[in-house]
């Protein structure tokens, strides 16, 4: 267990829907980062953010967007979905804010759209 | 562009060594990760290279040569828990950017 919580660990919408996946980071742990994971694939950067504050973009999409709020945890909301967004959706965090530190990743949630 | 390369598949024995190799091109490179991921489970970090060389951790060592843009994970004494797929990840302008994983299987 990495310490870090995502909810819901399954989501199952139909196109156009919007969604709001959920991450709690380790205690202590400043930054939050959001991953893509297309079937059997690495996965996609998607969002950086450290202490509350934007701290880097990857190939997010306009129709994808995030925060972290004060109390740290983070929010990732995906709209106008396609068939194209099922993937598995990682929350990591870690105590700094350089991506190269140890980075404890969630369990994930598995989004599948319809 | 940006871009790694890794095998996407690797076959060992069980107690034999093995080397996952990958190799990239980008710009603004600051450093190399490595994580495992089982399936079905989260990634989970090994080590990472910011400079030239070899670090070990254990029966894992990562290695990197910033001029030749390219770096190692060794896998020594396997064990059958050492199958898993592993993904080098290179820290470029403030991302994260993941090879597509090499998946390493291993026979007793």
């Known amino acids: 267990d990495s310490g870090v919580t995502q909810t819901p660990k399954h989501l199952i919408t139909a196109t156009g829907q919007r969604v709001t996946l959920r991450c709690s980071p380790r205690?202590?742990?400043?930054?939050v980062y959001w991953y893509q994971q297309s079937l059997d694939q690495g996965l996609q950067f998607l969002i950086q953010?450290?202490?509350?504050?934007?701290?880097a973009k990857g190939n997010i999409l306009e129709r994808f967007s995030a925060q972290q709020f004060p109390d740290l945890h983070s929010e990732l909301n995906l709209s106008s979905l396609e068939l194209g967004d099922s993937a598995l959706y990682f929350c990591?965090?870690?105590?700094?804010?350089?991506?190269?530190?140890?980075?404890?990743f969630g369990p994930g949630t598995r989004l599948t759209v319809t | 562009g940006q871009s790694l390369e890794q095998p996407s598949e690797v076959t060992a024995v069980e107690g034999a060594i093995v080397q996952i190799n990958c190799t990239y091109q980008?710009?603004?490179?600051?450093?190399l990760s490595w994580y495992q991921q089982h399936d079905g489970g989260a990634p989970t970090f090994l080590s990472y290279?910011?400079l030239d060389g070899l670090e070990e951790t254990g029966r894992f060592s990562s290695f990197l040569s910033r001029s030749d843009s390219y770096g190692y994970l060794l896998l020594q004494e396997l064990q059958m828990k050492d199958s898993a797929s592993y993904f080098c990840?290179?820290?470029?302008?403030?991302?994260?950017?993941w090879g597509a994983g090499t998946k390493l299987i291993i026979k007793p």
């Open positions: 205690s202590g742990d400043l930054s």
């Open positions: 290279n910011a």
């Open positions: 990591a965090s870690s105590v700094r804010s350089s991506i190269l530190d140890e980075q404890y």
């Open positions: 953010y450290y202490n509350g504050e934007e701290r």
């Open positions: 980008t710009s603004g490179f600051y450093g």
């Open positions: 990840a290179v820290g470029s302008n403030y991302q994260l950017i």
